[in-house]
């Protein structure tokens, strides 16, 4: 009987781990954009400790038919962070990378990122 219980918690134990797999690990500091709203004013936007090694698309940028893509990106974490044309990170060519604390203009246009973790 205790083989049985014993296996049997195992098995549960064994479940949860499977059933919860761990998250991404949050990267400190904060990734901010700008990008053109739908009454064509320029507005901001951010990820406040982004999910490092995540694709993240541009919320404000995702439809390539009625939405401009994001620009102006300013990469406020300690870690790096690569610009992605294309939702999903798509893209067929290689991505911008920005380093930490660097600053780009209004010529470099994106639709989603992602930001590397260190090790």
Excluded: W
Aim: hydrophobic content about 40%.
């Amino acid at each position: 009987m205790r083989v049985r219980n014993a296996a049997a918690a195992a098995f549960s134990a064994l479940a949860l781990v499977v059933a919860f797999p761990t998250s991404a690990t949050a990267v400190p500091g904060e990734f901010t954009y700008q990008y053109t709203a739908p009454d064509g004013t320029t507005a901001a936007g951010a990820f406040v400790e982004p999910e490092g090694g995540q694709c993240l698309n541009i919320p404000e940028a995702k439809d390539a038919e009625s939405t401009q893509p994001a620009h102006s990106p300013y990469n406020k974490t300690p870690d790096g962070v690569f610009l992605y044309a294309e939702v999903d990170c798509a893209d067929e060519g290689d991505p911008v990378k920005l380093t930490a604390g660097q600053k780009l203009g209004e010529d470099t246009k994106f639709r989603a990122v992602i930001v590397t973790t260190n090790p």
